[in-house]
């Protein structure tokens, strides 16, 4: 009988089975893969957007779709892909406005499709909790013995990198310890008085990784989390308590065995926060601003500060004093997610962005606080999204994959709790 053409080509029903197993296994991955490869994970991530809406066609289904948050990121979108053909933008500008899109997407496809049942979830959840503690062994043994299981911990001095090539361990942990450590914490405190010391012991093992990691805005976000995750969890507040005399303790004994790790938490990150506009990130902002300032509304397209840094126009310092740093300063982006929005898609790109974020933060959090996992969840997407905070680029895929990974996790926990 001949297609009608509102039914799907029955090649593409024959391939979405299959495809879905992959989306499956591929999504489990993802803790893993960030760790081994970046081009895989940005090859997972692609495979996964382009997959999801194969899928979508192949089952005629459009309900995803219409989730608030995708629909917000959807329009900042849409948003970001037409200013850049307005501001005239170079070929790799007009890709990347185009490729925005497979976050979002992504997402979407982990929440609804590739984790989306309860196998998927606990299969996912463990490859998680492997995943963090292998990041936080490798950190610890290098510390103690100068060698982890696959990596040399004196290849970045001043660092302790864990499995990574670059300092990365302490920004991995930040977002990825809170659904495996809050619930273990919980269920270990209803074991008496030694469940709550080995709870006690896990959050400073993980608090301990995050400092020996020595890297200064991944360990304030932690923190900062603890003190939520403290706020609405009973157990973890004495557990929370002790890991904050803990970091002055070990941040005193740093001293003596890792004067380069107390040098950038007890003395250079008060010299950058005192002198502030005179630093790196100082001359970041005031040459973003300087672009926004020539751009308010509609900003000036996908990737601006990449090639916009280095326009002698915008070579202003703050108060107008001096040139920013000239070109020496440029860097392919401002490392920062909002302000990356404002340059990029204008003010109204910005509200746009905001409210999608928003809105995936209310849909991670609603009905959350009574369960430590799914509250997990929301402490990842809240630290991973929080505004006060310096970060990669959005697309960068070392964050980007993982943020894809635990928000589709929640979302997908959200709609189906595991069991």
Do not use: K
């Amino acid at each position: 009988m001949e297609q009608t053409s509102t039914t799907p080509p029955s090649w593409l029903r024959r391939l979405d089975g299959p495809g879905s197993v992959l989306a499956m296994a591929v999504g489990v991955a993802i803790p893993w893969v960030v760790i081994a490869s970046r081009s895989v994970a940005e090859a997972v991530v692609a495979g996964l957007a382009l997959g999801f809406v194969l899928h979508l066609l192949a089952t005629r289904n459009v309900a995803p779709l219409r989730a608030p948050w995708f629909l917000l990121a959807a329009a900042y979108w849409a948003w970001l892909v037409l200013v850049t053909a307005l501001a005239g933008a170079n070929p790799d500008q007009m890709l990347a406005a185009l490729a925005w899109g497979r976050f979002p997407l992504a997402t979407l496809a982990i929440a609804t499709w590739a984790l989306a049942s309860a196998r998927a979830q606990r299969l996912a959840l463990w490859a998680l909790a492997g995943a963090v503690v292998f990041v936080a062994l490798e950190v610890w043994l290098q510390f103690t013995f100068g060698h982890g299981l696959v990596r040399s911990g004196d290849e970045l001095p001043g660092y302790l990198s864990g499995p990574f090539l670059r300092p990365r361990a302490g920004g991995y942990l930040s977002v990825t310890l809170w659904p495996v450590l809050l619930p273990a914490v919980v269920a270990l405190a209803a074991h008496g008085l030694w469940g709550r010391g080995a709870g006690v012991a896990l959050v400073a093992l993980a608090v301990g990784a995050v400092i020996l990691a020595s890297q200064r805005s991944p360990l304030i976000m932690v923190l900062f989390g603890l003190a939520l995750a403290a706020l609405v969890l009973r157990p973890l507040r004495v557990p929370a308590l002790l890991a904050v005399l803990g970091v002055a303790g070990m941040l005193g004994l740093a001293a003596i065995f890792a004067p380069i790790t107390f040098y950038r938490y007890a003395v250079h990150l008060p010299q950058l926060l005192a002198g502030f506009p005179e630093t790196h990130y100082g001359q970041i902002l005031a040459r973003a601003l300087a672009m926004v300032e020539a751009h308010p509304w509609l900003g000036a397209g996908a990737e601006a500060f990449r090639t916009g840094c280095y326009d002698p126009r915008f070579h202003i310092g703050w108060g107008g004093v001096g040139d920013g740093g000239g070109e020496a300063m440029c860097v392919p982006h401002v490392h920062h997610f909002y302000l990356e929005a404002l340059v990029d898609g204008g003010i109204v790109g910005l509200a746009l962005f905001t409210a999608s974020c928003l809105a995936l933060l209310w849909a991670l959090g609603r009905g959350a606080l009574g369960d430590p996992l799914r509250l997990g969840l929301f402490l990842s997407a809240l630290i991973a999204l929080w505004p006060v905070a310096t970060a990669g680029a959005y697309a960068g895929i070392d964050q980007a994959a993982l943020r894809i990974f635990l928000m589709g996790l929640g979302l997908a926990l959200a709609a189906r709790p595991a069991t």
